[in-house]
């Protein structure tokens, strides 16, 4: 009975932080770049449960037999909360330096803290024209330095090129003046892949890379990773099932809770009445 105490407390352990993942993903359902974490749960060692039987008095000496019978589990927990990368939706804000990742990668920035690599690209500039994040980070370019843009009129390529348009008067065959818009480098963003076990969350839509890992510079010359100008990713939390695993949770917690009431009500019972026998 004491076995089945502890088990219930575990099964309230995981429900509390199961909840606390779930409600994390509902409460980030509208920040932009974030990824969902999921939670994955295993079960505690188990224990060899054993069936004693006698010979019944009848051999010259009286003894006892095990036989194994199987496990008793001790309960579970959350063994891993992992983040779950995958991509989100995409929404057209029509802003010059909004930037959306299409596909693997992270845009670099520099925080207090260090270097966060992190899936918002709404940026915009600070007073001495570098590009910043809503919180005033800087955006590194792939060299990891500052990218300072001096011009309104900026286009933003699929590469992570950063070019500014220049007007330029040029000449018409039929001898007319025109003016055309010659772009210019200004900087590259920095666009790195990293593994999910390889990123500890540093924020609500930052991500930290752990001791020794890889971090690689996404090659825009393959298949596969894009940047798109003028719109954001949308956080890649599903409202309705977030809801749904949320109340699924809170009534395994109350059954878990009414397990460990009933177990130590009966403790408390067989303490009272054994006593007084």
């Known amino acids: 009975m004491i076995r089945g105490l502890y088990t219930a407390a575990s099964g309230m352990l995981l429900g509390l932080r199961q909840q606390d993942v779930t409600a994390a993903n509902m409460a980030n359902s509208s920040t932009v770049g974030y990824k969902a974490e999921q939670s994955a749960q295993t079960a505690f060692g188990g224990v060899l ?6 010979d019944g008095g009848f051999a010259p000496t009286p003894s006892t037999q ?7 589990g ?10 779950d990368l995958g991509q989100g939706a995409e929404r057209e804000t ?7 990742v299409r596909g693997e990668g992270f845009f670099t920035v520099q925080t207090k803290e260090g270097i966060r690599y992190t899936r918002d690209g709404h940026f915009d500039r600070n007073e001495t024209n570098t590009l910043v994040t809503a919180d005033g980070s800087e ?8 990218i300072v843009i001096d011009t309104e009129k900026v286009r933003i390529k699929s590469d992570g ?3 500014r348009l220049v007007p330029q008067e040029t000449k018409n065959e039929d001898g007319t003046t025109g003016i055309i818009l010659k772009e210019e480098l200004i900087a590259r963003l920095g666009v790195f892949t990293l593994d999910a076990k390889e990123i500890t969350r540093a924020g609500d839509s930052r991500f930290a890379a752990t001791p020794g890992a890889t971090v690689t ?4 010359t393959k298949e596969g990773t894009s940047l798109l100008q003028g719109a954001l990713e949308e ?10 695993r949320m109340f699924s949770l809170s009534r395994t917690f109350e059954s878990s809770q009414k397990v460990f009431h009933t177990i130590n009500e009966s403790l408390e019972r067989a303490v009272r009445d054994v006593g007084r026998v």
């Open 139 to 146: 955006v590194l370019d792939v060299d990891g330095k500052p």
């Open 161 to 163: 090129g950063i070019y």
């Open 235 to 244: 956080p890649n939390v599903n409202v309705g099932e977030t809801a749904t």
């Open 74 to 83: 001790t309960g579970t927990y959350v063994a891993v909360v992992r983040t």
């Open 217 to 220: 510079a996404v090659d825009f």
């Open 94 to 100: 029509g802003q010059r330096f909004d930037v959306m």
């Open 49 to 54: 449960a054993k069936r004693t039987t006698s």
């Open 66 to 72: 095990d036989r194994l019978i199987g496990r008793v």
